[in-house]
């Protein structure tokens, strides 16, 4: 049973401060926040206040969620916004049942592949020629449509407001700022206009308003989905496309639709494990592990070199045949289930447990300057809402248009594998890692989770539910300790590399490059860059609200009684 400590926390240690060192082991400080009714973690303050601020007018965790999702789009404008995607799921309190919203973002359905190939490979990193038809708003509206409780408008009006009047740069925030100045810089000049004050980075402290995206909210919380994916904010976003050359259209705007489904589901260790379904396959991967797992004799602590090397042997086989098989094609849940079947997990086994090999590399979209944010919500009811959202890579195209900073997803496609269910086509939804998770126990939620990093999304979530659903670690201490990750060089030549923040003990590196693995130690714990924030709530048995907003990124928890 989870039983995370619970106490409470001043607000201002949540903005993004990073303890080193500070109980036993583990090297990043992640101080719970507890609440008898509501709770929000999200990537900024100011996004968690709007979430709360609905709780308080009487809202449900839907609600919240929306005003949450929104803030968040103005207040970390690098990694999210209604120019981008959305994985939403939804556990719904009174029925019992999970749902899961796809609202990922679409290739053009007037894409002509053949052409597109023909184009530089930096197109589909930067500019207009980069971007899919987004999901965002039609994810949000069609999950409040079917479970919110205040009107439309209403939850709105707090991203508007935050809009306006400016969200607060943190420290964090002007360094992911200047990670990508060349992109602030460059591209078609919109943004720059919107977040380089006097053509220089925003000042910590100060308040960065987004006065066109305030409008174009407005004209969504008055003509629902019609004010965004129609009208004058569309005819803006088809017009600035026209112009940069790239391929969203009117009819792309008006015919995207959000798909509500199951989401993809283990059992484990008395567990029942909810994340999201394709074309998302960051579930895919990390329940497949799992599932590899569940009959091996894993002893605590996670990270020795025995226990890396073993998770690390079935992450190499699993992650070939996610790549192989996940992506935006009615094959792929099928898929999924086949793979976690007991004569697939058995064959796993054998194959992990074999000689080392070279599996066949399928390289996609891997880059620190992918940028993501994850937001969990609870109401009083007992309502969940983990969502992941994001624009792809670091304010994702460069470009912008009605304020709003439009998403590279193109970059997500396989452009080398024509019989991939990822491979680019017309109306095609990109895979992604993102990996929102709800964890339910005897048909109860105990645990939702998620985090932003691109590949590290899958391999994060994975070894914090080792640690604390199979070692029974404090969730706390499950996210704060080294962040470790499994992936494959680029250079074939290479062997398969692990990297972990530079806490990792010295003995556990030599041992794995005695074992044939490549090591990297980028960057000291809780830096964040290389390995993102993991927001998360737990349910007690008391019923109390557990929030986590790991410190790594500029997170914050706020909780209601």
Sequence with gaps: MISPRSRSIPFLILLGITAVIVRGEVPVLVKPVSAKRTMVVAGHPEAAAAGDAIFREGGNAIDAAVAVSLALGVAEPYGSGLGGKLMLLYFDAKSGKTYAVDAMDEASRSLVTSDYRKKPEKSRYDGWSAVCTPGLAAGLHA????????????????????????????????????????????????????????????????????????????????????????????????????????????????????????????????????????????????????????????????????????????????????????????????????????????????????????????HELDSLLACTTHFVVVDAAGNIVCATQSQSLHFGAGVAAAGVVMNDSMSNFAYNDSGSPNALAPGRRPRSTISPTIVLHHGSPVLALGIPGSSRIPTAILQVLIDHLVFKRPLEDAIGDTRIHWYSPYEKSKPDAVEAENSLNPE??????????????????????????????????DGARTGYADPRRTNAAIGGD
Excluded: C
């Design 143 to 362: 999950a409040h449509a079917r479970w919110g409780k205040l009107p439309w408008q209403q939850i709105i009006q707090p991203a508007i407001t935050l809009a306006d009047s400016g969200f607060t740069v943190l420290p964090k925030t002007r360094l992911l700022f200047e990670e990508r100045i060349d992109k602030l810089r460059g591209g078609d000049g919109t943004l720059a206009t919107i977040f380089l004050p006097k053509g220089e980075l925003p000042d910590i402290g100060s308040r960065l308003p987004n006065h066109e995206l305030a409008r174009t909210m407005e004209l969504l919380a008055r003509n629902g989905t019609n004010g965004f994916y129609r009208g004058p904010v569309a005819d803006r976003l088809v017009e600035a496309s026209r112009k940069g050359g790239g391929q969203l259209t009117h009819d792309d705007l008006e015919n995207y639709e959000a798909r509500t489904s199951a989401p993809i589901a283990i059992d484990f260790e008395g567990y029942h494990i909810l994340g999201g379904p394709p074309p998302t396959t960051g579930a895919s991967l990390f329940m497949t592990i799992l599932k590899g797992l569940e009959s091996e004799s894993l002893k605590p602590p996670l990270r020795t070199t025995a226990n890396i090397d073993l998770v690390g042997r079935f992450w190499r086989e699993a992650h070939a045949t996610v790549q192989r098989e996940i992506g935006d094609s009615p094959e792929s849940r099928a898929a999924f289930d086949h793979m976690v079947s007991p004569g697939e997990i058995e064959s796993l086994r054998k194959r992990a447990h074999g000689k080392q090999r070279k599996v066949a590399r399928v």
């Design 508 to 541: 556990v590196v030599r041992g794995l490059q005695a074992k044939g693995w490549q090591v990297n130690l980028p960057e000291e714990p809780g830096t964040g860059r290389h390995f993102g924030g993991i927001n998360a709530i737990a349910i007690q048995p």
